[in-house]
């Protein structure tokens, strides 16, 4: 069920709702005798499912990856943890929520850093759940 719940939401959610709906203007183009259009449009939902696949994405951002580098001796009086969101609900020894998994890469850098350079972590981020 859950592999099916995925499928679905990859196409209802941006960018699979953009393109199902390019791709359904493009077969209405050509059922309009309107090729042109309808190959123009058909290319730019191939475009855009092309550009939201994981190997283009990640071969264009690369570059923007390889300019910043972990600094050789890193220095400061304090950390700051810019938080990722919470995941609600989960039930924790201190409560119900616990961090996304965008966090939990921030919270353990935070923490290695922290046993480096011996100085203290503030948090910071978002609106506190209801």
Same mark, same amino acid.
């Given at each position: 069920?859950?592999?099916?719940?995925?499928?679905?939401?990859?196409?209802? =959610?941006?960018?699979? /709702?953009?393109? +199902? &709906? $390019?791709? #359904? @203007?493009?077969?209405?183009?050509?059922?309009? %005798?309107?090729? !042109?259009?309808? =190959?123009?449009?058909? /290319?730019?939902? +191939? &475009? $855009?499912? #092309? @550009?939201?696949?994981?190997?283009?994405?990640? %071969?264009?951002? !690369?570059?923007?990856?390889?300019?910043?580098?972990?600094?050789?001796?890193?220095?400061?009086?304090?950390?700051?943890?810019?938080?990722?969101?919470?995941?609600?609900?989960?039930?924790?020894?201190?409560?119900?929520?616990?961090?996304?998994?965008?966090?939990?890469?921030?919270?353990?850098?935070?923490?290695?850093?922290?046993?480096?350079?011996?100085?203290?972590?503030?948090?910071?981020?978002?609106?506190?759940?209801?």
């Amino acid at each position: 069920m859950l592999a099916v719940k995925k499928f679905i939401a990859a196409f209802i =959610l941006p960018p699979g /709702g953009i393109i +199902l &709906l $390019l791709l #359904a @203007l493009s077969v209405w183009e050509m059922r309009r %005798r309107r090729r !042109l259009a309808a =190959l123009l449009t058909a /290319g730019c939902a +191939l &475009l $855009l499912w #092309a @550009l939201a696949l994981f190997p283009v994405s990640d %071969r264009l951002t !690369l570059g923007l990856e390889r300019e910043f580098s972990l600094p050789p001796q890193p220095a400061g009086d304090v950390i700051i943890l810019l938080g990722g969101g919470i995941v609600e609900g989960v039930p924790d020894f201190s409560g119900t929520g616990t961090p996304s998994s965008e966090m939990l890469g921030r919270v353990v850098s935070a923490v290695r850093l922290e046993k480096k350079l011996r100085v203290p972590i503030i948090v910071s981020g978002g609106a506190p759940p209801d």
